[in-house]
């Protein structure tokens, strides 16, 4: 959890502790033969986004679920984490937390900040669909 007074702090702490973890994962392992998937659900989706802007983890595939991107995080960096690849956004049609016009309000800002994103819609509220997951790990 993050306070207003520390929160600059903060991010940064949790950046590179995701790194320690990512790097201690991966010790040992053939990364060029590896492709990994990074999920971020609801607040977690901005934690994601800024570690893979500020830290130094590679994502293959990046999965924004029931969340957003922060709107103060450098987008031309995200662009660059992406390489061309869209973002992965997840969104339950019945999400008591997104609806329709925030949904629209977001894919408008997502647009302007040139983010190429693939939006999947399922049938569900904020919770993680196993159906949905399974799918998207065996894209990329």
Known sequence: WMTKESRLSEISDYVNYLDAVYN????GLAVENLT???LGFSQGAAAVCRWLCMGRAKAGQIIVWAGAIPDDL???KLNMV?????LNLVIGK??????EE???AYLNFLKIKNV?????CYNGGHEIN????INLAGQG
């Open 82 to 86: 992406l390489n061309g690849r869209p």
């Open 94 to 99: 019945n999400d008591e937390f997104i609806g």
């Open 102 to 104: 925030l949904l629209n």
């Open 36 to 38: 990994v998937k990074v």
């Open 24 to 27: 201690e994962v991966l010790d």
């Open 130 to 133: 196993a159906g949905v997951l």
């Open 74 to 76: 450098d987008f031309n």
């Open 116 to 120: 190429n994103y693939n939006l999947v």
